[in-house]
């Protein structure tokens, strides 16, 4: 947290009451009783706060890990009002409150979310996420304990599972988190690498069930610097790892809650985790779940083996190819118009849940998809599309 400051700005400690599950434990833990709270919120008094960060890590949630570079410090009457943090005030001369090493992390997730086209809300009845828990200065160490190709030997992609444990370091994520990975070494001007944020593909009891592991699903990019450490890995390497991140991309816990879950490539991954979400705890759920997925052939797509595998009345899969020779090329956009009459089913029904996950490419695809479906069955897409994002149903996550 070595933020950057003119000599008027000021670092502030704050608790995000959006996550703060009020259990007191902060308050309990300050030696210097900076932490009050009324019927609202919990909240930081700057006056007193010494920056011990003794509170830290005690916080099961994570909200207590928040930080603002603030020209005169929020009051605690302030801080009582609030349903949100503030974001980041601008302040001249600080290069807007400086690099904090956890606002790298929030800035991947605000543009992988850019695409939702508004504040993106989580699913009303989505579990509470843990976020934050670890940073740079605080990373969790994960041991790999499996590292597979996904895609065949023979395809361009090389594309694989990897599983990290993370033994009786806690580590909860929820299906749709993702989590930062710190690549180790420094770049050219000898500054540590840029934390990458991966989708957890695994659900939240682990990969193994109750086992703390998890999976990533990783695409090795010809020049990408942590996309090659991890698909490199061996079991027994250590991974230094940060997070968990995300809030809002989070599958709804209602069983009845429908989902339609459009992706090209590793943006399967979270749709993995829902999916295998509803295979163990929700096999008979009355909500049903549909996939949109595309790859430029079988032989790319992950984990295309076992998901065929998976009943269509869990899961019911609908394939988009762009390369299979002497064939047309498919985009999952294409899939969804010529499947239309199955789309405006599922989006007539109000527990119906978007999730867009994968190339930034698909989302004008997609929206011009949903907007002609909507058209030919008397709905208007824009107008629901801001209903469901508004109302926590609709999600996008692009790269
Ligand atoms: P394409 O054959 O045109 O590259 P990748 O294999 O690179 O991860 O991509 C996954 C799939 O997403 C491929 O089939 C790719 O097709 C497809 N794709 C690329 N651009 C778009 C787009 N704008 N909309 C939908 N799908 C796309």
Same mark, same amino acid.
């Given at each position: 947290?070595?933020?950057?400051?003119?000599?008027?700005?000021?670092?502030?400690?704050?608790?995000?009451?959006?996550?703060?599950?009020?259990?007191?434990?902060?308050?309990?833990?300050?030696?210097?009783?900076?932490?009050?709270?009324?019927?609202?919120?919990?909240?930081?008094?700057?006056?007193?706060?010494?920056?011990?960060?003794?509170?830290?890590?005690?916080?099961?949630?994570?909200?207590?890990?928040?930080?603002?570079?603030?020209?005169?410090?929020?009051?605690?009457?302030?801080?009582?009002?609030?349903?949100?943090?503030?974001?980041?005030?601008?302040?001249?001369?600080?290069?807007?409150?400086?690099?904090?090493?956890?606002?790298?992390?929030?800035?991947?997730?605000?543009?992988?979310?850019?695409?939702?086209?508004?504040?993106?809300?989580? =699913?009303?009845? @989505?579990?509470?996420?843990?976020?934050?828990?670890?940073?740079?200065?605080?990373?969790? *160490?994960? %041991?790999? &304990? $499996?590292?597979?190709?996904?895609?065949?030997?023979?395809?361009?992609?090389?594309?694989?599972?990897?599983?990290?444990?993370?033994?009786?370091?806690?580590?909860?994520?929820?299906?749709?988190?993702?989590?930062?990975?710190?690549?180790?070494?420094?770049?050219?001007?000898?500054?540590?690498?840029?934390?990458?944020?991966?989708?957890?593909?695994?659900?939240?009891?682990?990969?193994?069930?109750?086992?703390?592991?998890?999976?990533?699903?990783?695409?090795?990019?010809?020049?990408?610097?942590?996309?090659?450490?991890?698909?490199?890995?061996?079991?027994?390497?250590?991974?230094?790892?940060?997070? =968990?991140?995300? @809030?809002?991309?989070?599958?709804?816990?209602?069983?009845?809650?429908?989902?339609?879950? *459009?992706? %090209?490539? &590793? $943006?399967?991954?979270?749709?993995?985790?829902?999916?295998?979400?509803?295979?163990?705890?929700?096999?008979?759920?009355?909500?049903?779940?549909?996939?949109?997925?595309?790859?430029?052939?079988?032989?790319?797509?992950?984990?295309?083996?076992?998901?065929?595998?998976?009943?269509?009345?869990?899961?019911?899969?609908?394939?988009?190819?762009?390369?299979?020779?002497?064939?047309?090329?498919?985009?999952?956009?294409?899939?969804?118009?010529?499947?239309?009459?199955?789309?405006?089913?599922?989006?007539?029904?109000?527990?119906?849940?978007?999730?867009?996950?994968?190339?930034?490419?698909?989302?004008?695809?997609?929206?011009?998809?949903?907007?002609?479906?909507?058209?030919?069955?008397?709905?208007?897409?824009?107008?629901?599309?801001?209903?469901?994002?508004?109302?926590?149903?609709?999600?996008?996550?692009?790269?």
């Amino acid at each position: 947290m070595d933020a950057t400051t003119a000599p008027s700005a000021q670092k502030q400690h704050l608790i995000d009451p959006e996550i703060c599950i009020r259990c007191n434990t902060c308050e309990e833990t300050c030696p210097v009783d900076a932490i009050t709270h009324d019927d609202n919120n919990y909240v930081v008094d700057a006056e007193k706060c010494n920056f011990c960060l003794d509170c830290i890590s005690p916080c099961p949630t994570g909200s207590i890990d928040n930080w603002r570079i603030v020209a005169t410090p929020y009051s605690i009457e302030d801080q009582f009002g609030w349903e949100e943090l503030p974001a980041q005030e601008e302040l001249a001369g600080t290069g807007e409150g400086g690099e904090a090493e956890d606002d790298e992390a929030a800035r991947l997730i605000a543009e992988a979310h850019a695409g939702s086209g508004g504040k993106s809300v989580a =699913p009303a009845s @989505a579990s509470k996420p843990t976020i934050n828990l670890y940073n740079r200065s605080r990373p969790a *160490i994960a %041991t790999v &304990t $499996g590292n597979f190709r996904l895609t065949d030997p023979a395809a361009d992609n090389d594309v694989r599972h990897i599983i990290l444990d993370f033994g009786d370091v806690t580590f909860p994520v929820l299906e749709g988190q993702s989590i930062g990975i710190i690549p180790p070494g420094t770049d050219a001007s000898g500054k540590p690498h840029v934390i990458r944020l991966y989708s957890v593909a695994s659900s939240r009891d682990g990969e193994r069930p109750k086992h703390n592991n998890l999976a990533l699903t990783v695409k090795r990019e010809a020049q990408g610097l942590c996309s090659n450490y991890l698909c490199d890995l061996k079991k027994g390497d250590k991974v230094q790892v940060t997070g =968990p991140f995300g @809030a809002t991309f989070l599958m709804p816990d209602d069983p009845s809650a429908n989902i339609i879950m *459009i992706c %090209t490539g &590793t $943006g399967s991954a979270p749709f993995r985790g829902f999916t295998e979400r509803r295979r163990r705890t929700m096999r008979d759920a009355p909500g049903r779940m549909m996939i949109y997925f595309g790859a430029r052939r079988p032989e790319e797509l992950p984990y295309f083996g076992p998901l065929q595998k998976v009943p269509d009345g869990l899961l019911r899969k609908h394939f988009a190819y762009s390369r299979v020779p002497n064939e047309p090329k498919t985009y999952v956009q294409d899939r969804m118009r010529a499947t239309a009459n199955e789309v405006s089913v599922f989006l007539k029904h109000e527990k119906t849940h978007v999730y867009i996950c994968g190339l930034k490419g698909m989302e004008a695809g997609v929206d011009e998809a949903m907007a002609d479906i909507c058209r030919g069955s008397g709905m208007d897409w824009a107008q629901l599309r801001a209903a469901m994002r508004t109302q926590g149903r609709y999600h996008v996550e692009t790269y």
